[in-house]
């Protein structure tokens, strides 16, 4: 089995295991507050990604070098976990996923303005075509705008946002840096909102919630074993395989099924996505300078660890 192969099966599995996340998130949505779910998914992650972080001993693992700049990429995924789960909880699965595969989309408009990368006429073209498949999924006019669409559409944009302070100081930071202060900023804050919204948790509950967290900890794990396997062009478009397993899970324990709209507009969301992530390929190779490595879409947690 060849480095690459393996690196496309495990993030088969990773994007799987995020899946899976987003189906118990959902699960949880009808008995718990978002910010109650966020808090102990990620108390429980904490514990192994803390372990795991540790055991590298570089003297200045933790000391950020623009500290206000990972403070705001901590509020920035804050607003991303925030507004995503509450998408999971009120809409399909699949319509989710169709929105915040905008993000890398949105990434591309965003480095004009904020990095000053050029974008060619191709990559433009195929963001126009990619929002406006989103606006298939949306219909506006024909179907009902909610507030969790607004969620899913503000998740994807804090994420591309995150996503641009990483290629910004992604270089610079370590990436226990990168992921240790979201996660240390996010608990605090979820905590603080817990005395307002806590509601008791029965004790499958709670399993649950930990399987959330240990589930986001081994699919990152898994998706920073796949960039090193295998090329980033060939990893990130299999994030889109999410889409199939939220038609699965939604069918069988949610009884969900997608519209012709959603279908419609996700394919043209993820054709558009694996094009810009190609086109981006083919030019940072040209460059010789490094593509994006992003673990989750969503809630952007960085490069792979060095």
Not at 42 to 65: E, G, Q, T, W, Y
Not at 150 to 173: D, H, M, Y
Not at 188 to 197: C, F, G, I
Not at 285 to 293: A, E, G, I, Q, Y
């Amino acid at each position: 089995m060849t480095a690459s192969f393996k690196g496309l099966v495990t993030a088969l599995l990773a994007f799987g295991f995020f899946s899976t996340h987003d189906a118990v998130i959902k699960a949880l949505g009808g008995s718990y507050p978002v910010f109650q779910i966020i808090f102990f998914s990620m108390l429980f992650a904490f514990v192994p990604m803390s372990i795991i972080m540790l055991a590298d001993k570089a003297v200045d693992n933790f000391r950020p070098h623009h500290p206000w700049l990972i403070l705001l990429r901590s509020l920035l995924a804050i607003l991303a976990m925030s507004c995503g789960f509450y998408a999971f909880t009120v809409l399909p699965l699949a319509e989710v996923y169709a929105l915040l595969f905008a993000m890398p989309l949105l990434v591309t408009v965003l480095s004009v303005p904020l990095l000053g990368e050029t974008v060619r006429l191709q990559r433009w073209a195929a963001v126009v075509i990619g929002l406006a498949g989103v606006l298939v999924v949306l219909r506006p006019g024909v179907g009902e705008l909610t507030l969790g669409h607004a969620a899913g559409l503000t998740a994807a944009f804090a994420s591309a946002l995150s996503s641009i302070l990483v290629r910004k100081i992604g270089g610079e930071e370590r990436s226990a840096v990168l992921i240790l202060y979201p996660m240390l900023v996010s608990m605090l804050a979820m905590s603080l909102t817990l005395p307002a919204v806590y509601v008791p948790v029965e004790l499958g509950d709670l399993g649950l919630m930990a399987m959330i967290g240990f589930l986001s900890v081994i699919a990152q794990l898994c998706t920073i074993f796949a960039y090193r396997a295998a090329p980033a062009a060939f990893v990130a478009p299999i994030q889109y395989s999410q889409i199939l397993w939220a038609t699965l899970y939604g069918a069988v324990f949610f009884a969900e099924t997608p519209d012709i709209y959603v279908a419609i507009g996700s394919s043209i969301i993820i054709m558009s996505g694996i094009f810009v992530v190609w086109r981006e390929s083919q030019e940072n190779v040209s460059k010789r300078t490094p593509v994006l490595k992003t673990a989750n879409p969503r809630f952007d947690t960085g490069p792979q660890p060095k």
